[in-house]
């Protein structure tokens, strides 16, 4: 089946830039989507398509998707983005999440 | 406006079978490419897909869960449920619909507010 690895977590300072990765062999050939979840709510969808930006999400959310990682920029990062973030792919009719990875706003 | 709730019970037995139900509003099932997922999450622990309904009824599951997952999807009613046979404490977690947007290419766009599911004797 297949996988997908995030780091377990990431910090950043307030008003700098976060990456979170996410790894899964040849994910650069699939859709990837990121889902940000802060405690005790839902997760929301930030990104769709790799690079795409619901609705109501700000552009400093940004996806980029190449080889075999994909990855999600958070530029300017603030304290209200502290969450854990899963990326997610399609894969032979299935649905596969990430491992999730902490975000941490210094 | 699209929104999800989830509904079940709270607690169930071991070896019981849990039956959950999302009830939706400000979309049809029966609008093509539009789906339900169901999404659940173990305390502390990383999202897990489960099994997904498609306006044409076709139907996908989790590989490791197919044998005890059944959804079905009621498009009067506007509800679609899951079944899962033969619980076990491992199975306690926050489980949630989502609604498969055929815009967004396999993405879940909107979510419930998830029901929290503990099995226990």
């Known amino acids: 089946s297949y996988e997908l690895t995030q780091p377990l977590s990431v910090s950043v300072a307030l008003g700098q830039t976060a990456r979170i990765t996410c790894g899964g062999n040849?994910?650069?050939?699939?859709?990837v989507h990121w889902y940000q979840q802060k405690p005790g709510q839902a997760p929301v969808l930030v990104i769709y398509?790799?690079?795409n930006r619901p609705s109501g999400i700000p552009e400093r959310f940004s996806g980029s998707n190449s080889g075999n990682t994909a990855t999600l920029t958070i530029s300017r990062a603030q304290a209200g983005d502290e969450a854990d973030y899963y990326c997610?792919?399609?894969?032979?009719?299935?649905?596969?999440f990430g491992t999730g990875t902490k975000v941490t706003v210094l | 406006q699209i929104t999800l709730k989830e509904s079940g019970p709270t607690l169930v037995k071991p070896t019981q079978t849990l039956t959950l139900t999302c009830t939706f509003s400000?979309?049809?099932?029966?609008?093509?490419?539009?789906?339900v997922g169901w999404i659940r999450q173990p305390p502390g622990k990383a999202l897990e897909w489960l099994a997904l309904?498609?306006?044409?009824?076709?139907?996908r599951y989790s590989p490791s869960l197919k044998s005890r997952l059944t959804i079905t999807k009621d498009t009067s009613k506007n509800q679609v449920v899951l079944t899962m046979t033969n619980m076990d404490p491992v199975d306690t977690a926050t489980y949630y619909c989502?609604?498969?947007?055929?815009?967004?290419?396999?993405?879940?766009?909107?979510w419930g507010q998830g029901t929290m599911v503990t099995v226990s004797s």
């Open positions: 040849n994910i650069g050939s699939k859709n």
């Open positions: 400000g979309f049809s099932l029966s609008t093509s490419g539009v789906g």
């Open positions: 989502a609604h498969r947007s055929p815009t967004t290419h396999d993405a879940f766009d909107i």
């Open positions: 309904i498609y306006w044409d009824d076709d139907k």
């Open positions: 997610q792919v399609w894969d032979s009719s299935t649905y596969v």
């Open positions: 398509r790799d690079s």
